[in-house]
């Protein structure tokens, strides 16, 4: 139900306020009466909400939006020179799962230079990859094995992992990469794909032993 026009304007102004509480309130208020002339604000806090909280509400509210006029000025965000307004449109997309978003997923968001960027076309793309083209995103995605710190590649991991089986050819290929640090990262993802429960920072110091010893990691 689209809330009165009083209440819309103190919504409005609410997104605005310098109290993060204010702002919260606002935006669960738009996302409990959805109204299709908030959509631009809502897309436009999330590139500048400092708060990670409100940030979750204003995503909320714009997934209570019908996805066929959300889903494309979601995509047009994708290109902004804001890393925060490429990573919360993501991320939303991630929560709306409308596929018809998977074109836009491109190898360049897959590669951004900004991890969290990255970290969430990562999520986005696993959960929007159609059916059968899930190698050639497990190819891609291996390309940024070794990249960025422990949140950083545990987020890269599990991505992969989510994929299921057929992450295990690249990650075999990258086991004998030049490069210690991709094949540390894909020695301990190919352990938590078969082993779950590992942990991550088990998996990568068992990776570290692995190479030490002058092996692969690959069982016979």
């Keep these: 139900m689209t809330m009165p026009r009083q209440d819309a304007d103190r919504a409005f102004r609410g997104l605005e306020?310098?109290?993060?509480?204010?702002?919260?309130?606002?935006?669960m208020a738009v996302g409990t009466s959805p109204d299709a002339a908030f959509i631009d604000k809502l897309i436009e806090?999330?590139?500048?909400?400092?708060?990670?909280?409100?940030?979750?509400?204003?995503?909320?509210?714009?997934?209570?939006?019908?996805?066929?006029?959300t889903v494309?000025?979601?995509?047009?965000?994708?290109?902004?020179?804001?890393?925060?307004?490429?990573?919360?449109?993501?991320?939303?997309l991630s929560k709306i799962g409308d596929r018809r978003a998977w074109p836009a997923i491109t190898h360049g968001l897959l590669r951004d230079a900004d991890d969290e960027v990255a970290r969430s076309a990562w999520r986005t793309a696993v959960v929007l990859v159609p059916e059968g083209e899930e190698p050639e995103l497990a190819a891609v995605l291996a390309t940024q094995l070794g990249?960025?710190?422990?949140?950083?590649?545990?987020?890269?991991?599990?991505?992969?992992?989510?994929?299921?089986?057929?992450?295990?050819?690249v990650l075999r290929a990258a086991m004998t990469d030049p490069d210690r640090r991709v094949r540390t990262h894909a020695i301990a993802t190919e352990r938590l794909l078969r082993d779950p429960d590992a942990g991550f920072e088990f998996a990568i110091e068992e990776a570290k032993r692995v190479i030490a010893l002058g092996t692969t990691g690959q069982e016979g």
């Design 17 to 27: 306020n310098s109290d993060a509480s204010v702002r919260l309130r606002a935006a």
């Design 45 to 69: 806090r999330c590139a500048v909400e400092p708060e990670f909280f409100v940030r979750d509400m204003l995503t909320w509210a714009l997934t209570r939006h019908p996805a066929s006029p």
């Design 72 to 92: 494309p000025k979601l995509i047009d965000e994708l290109r902004s020179e804001r890393a925060q307004a490429r990573s919360q449109a993501l991320h939303t």
């Design 147 to 169: 990249r960025g710190g422990r949140e950083t590649q545990l987020s890269l991991s599990r991505a992969l992992i989510a994929l299921g089986e057929v992450v295990s050819p």
